[in-house]
């Protein structure tokens, strides 16, 4: 065709017609029943001289579809990727001819498509992703018929809740601190179980550390975790740091000769150093990771600069220090040559002065504290202003203490619920 004349050409009719004879003649199995097909253009013509390819396309019995992937419910701002796969009616899997949709209604009552990916073998993945908390009802077809099952409930929460009270895997007894590690898993200094519990951020526990080497039993208050994942233990029972690696070998212990009444700890990302809340000593104990004792400052009294029961401490990126003054209900904030800057009450928008114990800091901007009497989890601006309370009184935080930030955007805050005996989860 390339290279013949007009003639040449004229004289194949011949033997394209006896070639198109023998092709009809000839006896074939048939190895699959194919209802229809489609062409898929390429972009390789050029390259390899190929149009397209061609798919077929079954007829699917809709009774044999399922759904797959269906979380039981669904934190504020997650996604899940709910499987559809489509079968034929015997059962085997197959790509439908017709189309794959899904839409999503929102608390508000509202509808909104849901983007379907085809993954061309017979499975489709629908993405859901719950915006606002509240019930999501997923209907999903095939050629316009509804896939049993549907419409599907998705239930979207504000807050996740790990654990309750005990002493099996899974449980916590006064757990009153938690810290985010480098593997994004959530490390509770689990109190009167006298041990760590690092678990994921769902609250599948993946393991626990508990050290039974010393004199007294070992009784985690707070845990601070270092920029090489190695987990600072404050251990109130024997008034010490305890410093281990994440598998739990203790690699040395410090503090014994200062510590009074050790209640936080906290790590600087400046230089490094360790920063300990000390109320017997109405001060904060400064270390180096070394268990080097530093110094410390703070005196106990009223006042700038006076501790009254030094509670929860966080260090900004530039070395600044807050700390939760639990009896004179404020945060207290020094820079880091210890100097005092302000502070600032522990007040929400409706006035009430509440006790801080546990504190986090996001970003340099804004600073999240856990109060007792009354419980809540409030969120101020780093220079004090008050932004707005987290949690609600439905939530029933009871006397929570320790706080951690997740890397998430926007973040999540973890909560340990000391007498609640659980980690509360909550997303903004």
Not at 369 to 389: A, D, H, I, Q, Y
Request: a positive charge; charged letters at 20%; one cysteine or more.
């Amino acid at each position: 065709m390339h290279h013949g004349n007009a003639a040449q050409l004229l004289f194949t009719k011949g033997d394209v017609n006896t070639r198109i004879k023998q092709l009809i003649t000839m006896e074939t199995t048939r190895q699959a029943e194919y209802n229809d097909f489609i062409f898929r253009p390429r972009e390789e013509l050029s390259q390899h001289g190929i149009l397209g390819i061609l798919e077929s396309q079954y007829d699917i019995e809709i009774s044999k579809c399922t759904v797959e992937n269906i979380p039981k419910q669904l934190l504020k701002g997650d996604s899940a990727d709910l499987l559809i796969t489509t079968r034929d009616s015997t059962g085997k899997q197959v790509i439908p001819k017709q189309q794959v949709k899904a839409k999503v209604r929102k608390p508000d009552a509202s509808w909104e498509d849901i983007n379907v990916a085809d993954n061309r073998d017979g499975t489709h993945n629908a993405r859901v992703r719950g915006q606002v908390d509240g019930q999501y009802q997923v209907t999903m077809t095939i050629g316009n018929q509804p896939m049993p099952g549907c419409p599907v409930i998705i239930p979207v929460i504000k807050g996740l809740l790990i654990g309750s009270q005990g002493s099996a895997e899974g449980y916590f007894n006064n757990p009153f601190s938690v810290a985010i590690n480098k593997d994004r898993g959530i490390v509770t200094a689990d109190r009167d179980n006298n041990r760590l519990q690092i678990t994921t951020r769902r609250g599948k526990v993946k393991k626990s550390l508990a050290f039974k080497q010393f004199k007294k039993p070992f009784k985690p208050s707070a845990i601070a975790v270092s920029s090489d994942n190695t987990y600072y233990n404050l251990d109130t029972g024997n008034k010490q740091v305890v410093v281990s690696g994440e598998k739990g070998h203790v690699i040395r212990c410090f503090g014994q000769n200062e510590l009074n009444d050790p209640y936080s700890i906290g790590i600087s990302p400046v230089d490094g150093h360790v920063y300990v809340t000390d109320y017997g000593g109405k001060c904060v104990r400064v270390y180096s990771q070394h268990g080097k004792y530093l110094k410390s400052f703070g005196s106990y009294g009223k006042g700038q600069g006076r501790l009254n029961c030094p509670w929860g401490v966080v260090i900004s990126s530039n070395g600044t220090v807050f700390i939760a003054d639990y009896y004179d209900q404020c945060i207290q904030v020094f820079n880091a040559h210890d100097q005092y800057l302000y502070s600032f009450d522990c007040q929400t928008g409706d006035c009430k002065r509440r006790h801080p114990t546990g504190i986090a800091i996001e970003n340099d901007k804004y600073v999240y504290v856990t109060t007792n009497f009354p419980s809540s989890l409030l969120k101020f601006e780093s220079s004090g202003r008050f932004v707005c309370r987290i949690d609600s009184d439905s939530d029933g935080l009871n006397c929570p203490s320790g706080i951690a930030l997740t890397d998430d955007v926007p973040c999540r805050v973890v909560v340990a619920d000391t007498k609640n005996h659980c980690i509360k989860v909550f997303v903004q």
